[in-house]
C-alpha cells in the first residue's frame, strides 16, 4: 500500500483517529473485561462506525491494535479458553429503525436468490433479540460438558461451572439427542431479578461490605454474572435463558432429527426442555417482518426482559445453505434494532418545577437528543438526593434513558476521564469545567414562599399553595384534564396565560370567564374563544368520581376517586366522613383518608367546592354501595416465576381487581404463593412456612369466586 504524505490528509483526521482508538478502547474495556460501561451501546455503536469510516478513507492509518480489527470481547484470561467447534457467528444489524429496515432485508434475500415480483412471499422465522450474552452449550450424549462464551466467535470463555447454576438450562437430555450436540442462545436476566439483585447489592453498600456495586442495566449484570468467579456468587445472581439455534451437531444414528425449517429445529430444542420464546412467530414476506417489528415494539417494556431489537431469520434451512455467508455474517439473518433507550447528551441548565401539589422537582434541561423514539430535551433528576447522589451539573455530559412512555431520566454522568483515558496534548477535554453541585433553593423559584421538606420525605414543597402561581396553574390542568371533568382545549399554554393575565385565581373562576376577557387573550381568535366556552359548558355535566378526582387532593388518583364514590354515593357524604369511615372504603388507608380530611378541613377547599356546584357543575349521586365483598379481599399475593398465559402485570391486576394485595416478599403473612416456571426462592420460602401455593390454574380458579 503506497504511504501517502501525512500531509495529504484534511485537517484533522490524524488526532481523531488516535483520539478515537483510545476512547473505543478504554470504552470496550470498562464494558467487555469490568462489564461498568462507562457509556451507552449507541454511542460506541456511533464511534466505533467513525473509526471505521476514518480508517476507510485513510487505510495506510489502520494500526493492528485498532478496535476495529478485533472482533467481540477479548477473553480476561480468568477462564480457561474455548474453540468454539463451529464458529459463533455475529449477526448483520439494520439500525434504519423504520418499516424500510425490514423491507430491504426482504428485498436483499429475495435478489440474492434471484426471485421476482411474481414470485411468492418468503417464509421468514422472527424473534426477539435478546438483550444478554450470547452462548454456546455442548452437550455429549446428552449430558452438558461445556458452556462458552461467544468471545471473538472462534475463541470463547469457558464458563460451564457458572451456567450450571441456571436452572432453566437442561444438565441432562433426552435419551434420543444427537450424541454431540451444540445449543446456542442468549443468557440474560429478567427486570425482576435485575432489581431485586440491585436491591440487595444497595443493601450490602449500606451495610459497608468492600467491592460490591449495583450493576448499569441487566444485560451487564447477566454478562457479570457469568463471569464471575466464584459460582457460589454466580448461582445469587438468577439468569434466564433463551435458545436460538444450533452449533456443531453429529447425527450418528439413522432416523435423528433432520430438519427443514428453522422453525422445526426450535420446536425440538423446546421438546427436548431448551427455553425458546413464545414471542418466536412465522412471517410471510416484509408486511409480516413489519408488523410483527411494531407488535413488539409496543410490548417491549411489558416483556419482563429486555430486548433491543428483532431478529428475521429465513425458515428453510436449504435456502439459509444457499444464501450462505458474507465474512462471519449469514446472508439469511439480520436484527432489526429498535430505536436505542439510552443516549449521551449536555446538561445545559438544572431547572427546579414546581409540581401541582407544591413539590419542587430538579429537572435537567438538555440539548434535544432522540432517545426511546421521541426528541428529549428535558430529565427528571426526582429530588435533591438523587440529583447530588448522581453528581449531574450543568456542563456535564449525562446518559439518558426513556423506556416506553416513562418520563426520560439521567442514568450518570460521563466524567471526562472515563470517556478518554489519557490526556491528550492539545485538546481540551480533560479540563474540568464543570458547574457547582446541586443545591435545592429554598424559597420556591415561581412565587418565593419558602420551601420546606419534612422530617424523612425525599421532597421539599412550595408553601405558597394557591397563592403560588405555578400550584394554581397545575391544579387547573388537573382539573380540565381529560380524566377530570375535561375541558376540551384547555391546555398548558392557554392556562398559563390566563393565569399570568390575571383572569383566573381559583377554579370556579373558569366558570365565570366572559367571551371578551378570553378573546383579548394574545393569540386568541373568537372562534377559539367561543370553542373554549363551549368546553366549559360542557363540562359542567360530569361524574363524581371525575369531580373528586379533578380537585387534586394529594394520594386521591383516579381508582381512590371511583371507589370513594361507590362507597358512599354522594360528595356531601364524602366530605362529612371522618377518618375512621373513610378507611372503611377499599383502597383507602390512614394517609389517604387524612389526606381527605385535611383538604375538607380547609374552609377555602369547601367554598371551591360550593361555588363550584353554584357555577352549575352538577353529577348523578346515588345511594351508598352495599359493601360487596370481593372474592380476593383481605388476601395478600406473591407471584414468583413465569406463569404460562399471564404476564406478571396482568396477574398483579386481575388479582387487584378482585380485592386482593400482590407483595414483593412472602411472610407468615402472605395468603398466598403464585408460583410459575423457574420459580426461585419465594417459593422455598413458601413450603418453609407452609404458606399456601397456587399456580395459574389455581390462581384463575379463585378469581372467578372458586374455593
Ligand atoms: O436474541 C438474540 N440476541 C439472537 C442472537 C437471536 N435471536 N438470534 C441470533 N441468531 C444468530 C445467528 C443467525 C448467527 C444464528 C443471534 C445471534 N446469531 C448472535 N448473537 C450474538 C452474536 C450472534
Known amino acids: 500500500m503506497p504511504t501517502r504524505d501525512l500531509f495529504d490528509l484534511p485537517d484533522d483526521a490524524v488526532p481523531d483517529i488516535a483520539q478515537l482508538r483510545l476512547s473505543l478502547h478504554a470504552h470496550a474495556h470498562r464494558y467487555y473485561v469490568l462489564d461498568d460501561p462507562s457509556i451507552p451501546d449507541a454511542e460506541y455503536d456511533r464511534l466505533f462506525r467513525q473509526l471505521q469510516t476514518l480508517e476507510a478513507q485513510h487505510p495506510e492509518l489502520v494500526t493492528p491494535d485498532s478496535p476495529t480489527q478485533r472482533v467481540g470481547g477479548k477473553p480476561l484470561g480468568q477462564f480457561a479458553q474455548v474453540r468454539h467447534a463451529l464458529p459463533m457467528l455475529s449477526i448483520r444489524t439494520e439500525t434504519d429503525t423504520q418499516a424500510s429496515g425490514a423491507q430491504n432485508f426482504d428485498a436483499r434475500i429475495r435478489r440474492e436468490l434471484g426471485l421476482t415480483d411474481a414470485d411468492p412471499a418468503i417464509d421468514f422465522v422472527a424473534e426477539p433479540k435478546f438483550d444478554g450474552l450470547a452462548m454456546s452449550l455442548r452437550y455429549v450424549h446428552g449430558v452438558l460438558v461445556q458452556a462458552a462464551t461467544r468471545g471473538d466467535g472462534e475463541l470463547g470463555e469457558d464458563v460451564t461451572q457458572n451456567i450450571r447454576t441456571i436452572g432453566q438450562i437442561p444438565l441432562k437430555l433426552p435419551a434420543s439427542v444427537p450424541p454431540v450436540l451444540e445449543v446456542r442462545g442468549e443468557v440474560y436476566m429478567r427486570r425482576d431479578h435485575f432489581d431485586a439483585l440491585n436491591e440487595r447489592q444497595r443493601q450490602r453498600i449500606a451495610a459497608g461490605e468492600r467491592g460490591e456495586k449495583t450493576f448499569v442495566n441487566p444485560r451487564n449484570a447477566a454478562a457479570g454474572a457469568v463471569r464471575q468467579l466464584d459460582p457460589a456468587i454466580a448461582a445469587q445472581r438468577p439468569l434466564s435463558f433463551f435458545a436460538y439455534g444450533l452449533g456443531e451437531v453429529t447425527l450418528v444414528h439413522e432416523g435423528g432429527p433432520v430438519w427443514v425449517t428453522h422453525l422445526a429445529l426450535l420446536t425440538t430444542l423446546k421438546s427436548w426442555g431448551f427455553p425458546v420464546s413464545e414471542l418466536v412467530v412465522q412471517a410471510q414476506g416484509a408486511t409480516e417482518l413489519v408488523a410483527y417489528y411494531d407488535t413488539i415494539g409496543a410490548r417491549r417494556d411489558t416483556l419482563g ?142 412565587c418565593a414562599s419558602l420551601a420546606m421538606r419534612e422530617e424523612g420525605e425525599a421532597d421539599y414543597r412550595c408553601t405558597g399553595g394557591l397563592f403560588c402561581s405555578a400550584q394554581r396553574k397545575q391544579a387547573i390542568l388537573h382539573f380540565a ?30 366558570y365565570r370567564l366572559g367571551f371578551t376577557a378570553l378573546a383579548n387573550l394574545d393569540r386568541m381568535a373568537e372562534k377559539s374563544a367561543q370553542n373554549v366556552l363551549e368546553a366549559l359548558q360542557k363540562s359542567k355535566q360530569t361524574t363524581l368520581p371525575r369531580f373528586l378526582f379533578g380537585l387534586g387532593i394529594r394520594h386521591v388518583g383516579e381508582a381512590t376517586a371511583k371507589e370513594l364514590a361507590r362507597h358512599f354515593g354522594k360528595l356531601d357524604a364524602i366530605m362529612q366522613a371522618t377518618e375512621e369511615q373513610l378507611q372503611t372504603v377499599a383502597d383507602v388507608g390512614p394517609i389517604v383518608a387524612r389526606s381527605l380530611r385535611a383538604f375538607f378541613d380547609v374552609s377555602h ?21 352495599p359493601v360487596l365483598a370481593q372474592p380476593l379481599s383481605g388476601k395478600t399475593f406473591v407471584l414468583t416465576g413465569t406463569l404460562p398465559s399471564l404476564e406478571r402485570e396482568q396477574a398483579k391486576a386481575l388479582i387487584e381487581a378482585a380485592g386482593g394485595k400482590v407483595v414483593g416478599s412472602v411472610s407468615k403473612k402472605t395468603s398466598f404463593v403464585v408460583a410459575g416456571a423457574q420459580a426461585g426462592s419465594k417459593l422455598e420460602k413458601a413450603q418453609e412456612l407452609g404458606v399456601a401455593i397456587l399456580d395459574e390454574t389455581g390462581l384463575k380458579e379463585m378469581l372467578d369466586g372458586g374455593a
Open 305 to 446: 426482559f429486555d430486548i433491543d431489537g428483532v431478529v428475521y431469520k429465513v425458515n428453510s434451512l436449504a435456502l439459509q445453505r444457499r444464501l450462505g455467508f458474507v465474512t462471519r455474517e449469514p446472508r439469511w439473518a439480520v436484527a432489526h434494532k429498535f430505536p436505542a433507550q439510552e443516549m449521551l447528551t449536555t446538561v445545559l441548565a438544572i431547572d427546579v418545577q414546581v409540581g401541582r401539589t407544591g413539590k419542587l422537582t430538579p429537572v435537567a434541561k438538555l440539548a434535544p437528543v432522540f432517545v426511546g423514539g421521541v426528541t428529549v430535551t428535558n430529565a427528571t433528576l426526582h429530588n435533591e438526593d438523587e440529583a447530588r447522589r448522581k453528581d449531574v451539573r450543568v456542563g456535564d455530559t449525562v446518559i439518558v434513558r426513556r423506556a416506553g412512555d416513562v418520563i426520560p431520566e439521567v442514568v450518570s454522568v460521563v466524567l471526562p476521564d472515563t470517556a478518554c483515558p489519557e490526556p491528550i496534548e492539545g485538546t481540551d477535554l480533560l479540563e474540568p469545567q464543570r458547574g457547582p453541585l446541586f443545591t435545592m433553593p429554598h424559597v420556591c423559584p415561581v
Open 481 to 510: 384534564q381529560r380524566r377530570a371533568v375535561e375541558v376540551e382545549g384547555l391546555g398548558d399554554k392557554l392556562v398559563e396565560q390566563m393565569v399570568d393575565a390575571g383572569i383566573i385565581r381559583t377554579l370556579p373562576d373558569l
Open 605 to 625: 377547599n369547601r367554598e371551591v367546592v360550593e361555588q363550584l356546584r353554584a357555577c352549575g357543575l352538577t353529577w348523578p349521586e346515588g345511594d351508598p354501595a
